[in-house]
């Protein structure tokens, strides 16, 4: 009999999308299904985008360069410039969106059984690279208590051994919608100049910050400007999800020299993805302020909704567009499996990402969920009248 990989044995499901069948099923049926587990916004892509595919006049489509094509790098390196992060083309390479840009940093800055610090929880993606890479993720535990902040440093180093070898930030955080401010992110600066690691700052949420200081990124971190590697993504930013194109982004010349190994080795990332990244850098200003006042209204809502149902625990996230919401029920996993399967409200349910699969710690966010503000307001409401009747019902059962 044929055996598949150890490897393809253990790789994790993903928490977002594992009950995509469940929901599939209960659409079958009839039922409307209010989707708050995944990060697909439903805000319109920047109109430049879409018309640089729309306009271009290529007429064959060719391989682009593997670091990407030099005229949309040349053009990020100014926006970059433009806040505050002096970086040129040539410190970047254009990758298969930020998880391609994860992969291959990864690659390319760890051996087998190093380790790798997070803060959970944390991206869930994570712990499928680090088992894709053969990386070690070790948790340093946050809290829905305090907002998921930044623990002290004291507790890195408790992780710290012989073997450890870089730190993950993702900010603004996803799953949490935290905001790590200069001053956490300094003291962070220092536990990496101390024992030489690498810094992964995941920023692909930077323009959705909801607070009145202005983001701060770890490329802007002085002392450690050969430890950072920036993943960057234009999925978010632009509500480009599909275009799958994304980067990877360091100062430190020999990590991009063997960045652009692993690039070449999977050819090139999407042409027409490039095309429409390279027209999102003309997107106004406005666009971002639309977007932002839209969210910030979507956050306050949900926020106020969670917190009044009997039993839950909401944080204000302060960027991104999700929050780790604490419910009244002792296993997320099978609540969000039956509200797909056997509930429903009106001829409607929700699906949730049980936050079990957001940390790497077994036991932890059994009773957590990661919800999506991505949708318009009035199905956010329809959705929390679902999740609020929901729990009512479950928790008879």
């Known amino acids: 009999m044929l055996q598949i990989s150890h490897k393809a044995q253990i790789m994790p499901l993903s928490p977002v999308r594992k009950l995509v069948p469940f929901a599939e099923a209960a659409k079958k049926r009839g039922i409307k299904v209010y989707h708050l587990n995944i990060g697909q916004p439903d805000v319109a892509s920047p109109k430049e985008a879409l018309d640089a595919v729309k306009n271009n006049n290529l007429k064959l489509v060719e391989y682009p360069h ?3 094509n030099e005229s949309y790098r040349r053009g990020l390196a100014e926006y ?6 002096d970086i040129s083309q040539d410190d970047m390479i254009i990758t298969t969106g930020g998880s391609e840009a994860i992969q291959i940093g990864f690659s390319t800055c760890f051996n087998p059984g190093d380790e790798v610090i997070v803060m959970e929880p944390f991206y869930t993606n994570y712990n499928g690279i680090a088992t894709w890479t053969d990386v070690v993720l070790k948790a340093v535990p946050c809290s829905v208590e305090n907002n998921f902040a ?6 890195f180093e408790k992780v710290i051994t012989p073997k450890t070898k870089g730190i993950v930030v993702v900010n603004p955080n996803n799953p949490t919608g935290y905001l790590y401010s200069r001053e956490e992110l300094e003291q962070l600066a220092t536990l ?4 030489n690691l690498y810094l992964f700052a995941d920023e692909v949420y930077r323009e959705f910050c909801y607070t009145d200081t202005p983001h ?6 002085k002392g450690i400007e050969e430890n950072v590697v920036l993943i960057d993504s234009v999925s978010k930013r632009y509500s480009l999800c599909g275009v799958r194109v994304g980067a990877v982004i360091s100062r430190n010349k020999d990590v991009m020299k063997s960045v652009l190994r692993f690039a070449q080795a999977r050819l090139c990332s999407p042409a027409y993805g490039q095309i429409a990244g390279e027209g999102a850098l003309k997107t106004p200003a406005s666009y971002f302020k639309g977007v932002r006042d839209e969210y910030i209204a979507r956050r306050n809502y949900m926020v106020e909704a969670l917190n009044s149902m009997e039993g839950v625990y909401c944080p204000m996230p302060e960027g991104a567009f999700y929050t780790i919401v604490r419910l009244p029920v002792d296993d997320c996993d099978t609540f969000a499996q039956w509200l ?4 429903a409200y009106e001829g409607q349910t929700v ?3 049980p936050a079990s699969g957001f940390y790497v710690t077994k036991g932890k966010g059994l009773n957590e969920a990661r919800i999506a503000y991505v949708l318009q307001i009035q199905d956010l409401k329809n959705a929390m009248k679902c999740l609020q009747a929901a729990l009512q019902q479950y928790n008879k059962n």
């Open 66 to 68: 593997s670091a990407g």
């Open 80 to 85: 970059y410039k433009g806040i505050g992060i």
């Open 150 to 155: 930044m623990p002290p440093i004291s507790e």
């Open 192 to 195: 990496v100049k101390r024992h």
């Open 216 to 221: 701060f990124s770890c490329m802007q971190l």
């Open 340 to 343: 797909l399967e056997e509930f």
């Open 351 to 353: 699906m949730i990402a």
